[in-house]
T-cell receptor
Framework: GENVEQHPSTLSVQEGDSAVIKCTYS??????FPWYKQELGKRPQLIID?????GEKKDQRIAVTLNKTAKHFSLHITETQPEDSAVYFC???????????FGTGTRLTIIP | NAGVTQTPKFRVLKTGQSMTLLCAQD?????MYWYRQDPGMGLRLIHY???????AKGEVPDGYNVSRLKKQNFLLGLESAAPSQTSVYFC??????????FGNGTRLTVT
C-alpha cells in the first residue's frame, strides 16, 4: 500500500519568515495530495490540495508544489503569523478519500 | 448547519467494557469515515461507508465494528475495549471526490 513520510516532525519559525514542510509518497499511482491543518484540541481542516496534473497551486500565503518524478510534495507558508501555529498533515491517495494515507504530522510553532 | 457532530467528547472505559461512538452529519454526504489519531502516527482509517447500509474495512479495523443504518449516522463500536484502543477518534464525511469534513473528535481512555 501507500506509504507517506513527512518531515520535519517539528518546526519553529520566526514570525514573518517562511515555513516549508515536505512529504514523500511511495505509490506512483497516487494522484491527489491534500494538506490538513489541526489547531490544538480541534478538528483537522483542509487548507489546500493538489492533483497530479498540476505542479503548483497557491492560495494567498499558502502554496503546494508537486514533483511526480521524485514522488514528493511540499507545503510552503510565507509571511508566517501566530495563527499558523498548528499541526500540519499531508496525505496522498490514488483514488477516493477511503484510500487516503496520512503523514505523521508536523508541529509548526511561530515565534513572535 | 452543524456539519459533523460526534458524541461523546470524552470517555473513560475499563478493559473489557463496550461502548458506541456516534457520528451524525447534516450535509447529506454519502461517504462517512472513522479515524483514530495517535501521537506520532497521524490519522489512520478504521472503517468507512460509501452509503446507507454499507461498511468497509480501513487500515486498522481489528477490535472495532461499525453500522450505517441511516445515511446521516455512522456508529463505531468497541465490543471489548483494550488499552491499545486509547486514542482520539475522529469521524469524517464527504461527497465522492470532495475533501473530508471532520467532527471535533472523541478522546477515549481505556484503563
Amino acid at each position: 500500500g501507500e506509504n507517506v513520510e513527512q518531515h520535519p516532525s517539528t518546526l519553529s519559525v520566526q514570525e514573518g519568515d517562511s515555513a516549508v514542510i515536505k512529504c514523500t509518497y511511495s505509490d506512483s499511482a497516487s494522484n491527489y495530495f491534500p494538506w490538513y491543518k489541526q489547531e490544538l484540541g480541534k478538528r483537522p481542516q483542509l487548507i489546500i490540495d493538489i492533483r497530479s496534473n498540476v505542479g503548483e497551486k497557491k492560495d494567498q500565503r499558502i502554496a503546494v508544489t508537486l514533483n511526480k518524478t521524485a514522488k514528493h510534495f511540499s507545503l510552503h507558508i510565507t509571511e508566517t503569523q501566530p495563527e499558523d501555529s498548528a499541526v500540519y498533515f499531508c496525505a496522498a491517495s490514488m483514488g477516493g478519500n477511503e484510500k487516503l494515507t496520512f503523514g505523521t504530522g508536523t508541529r509548526l510553532t511561530i515565534i513572535p | 448547519n452543524a456539519g459533523v457532530t460526534q458524541t461523546p467528547k470524552f470517555r473513560v472505559l475499563k478493559t473489557g467494557q463496550s461502548m458506541t461512538l456516534l457520528c451524525a452529519q447534516d450535509m447529506n454526504h454519502e461517504y462517512m469515515y472513522w479515524y483514530r489519531q495517535d501521537p506520532g502516527m497521524g490519522l489512520r482509517l478504521i472503517h468507512y461507508s460509501v452509503g446507507e447500509g454499507t461498511t468497509a474495512k480501513g487500515e486498522v479495523p481489528d477490535g472495532y465494528n461499525v453500522s450505517r443504518l441511516k445515511k446521516q449516522n455512522f456508529l463505531l463500536g468497541l465490543e471489548s475495549a483494550a488499552p491499545s484502543q486509547t486514542s482520539v477518534y475522529f469521524c469524517a464525511s464527504s461527497l465522492q471526490g470532495t475533501p473530508l469534513h471532520f467532527g471535533n473528535g472523541t478522546r477515549l481512555t481505556v484503563t
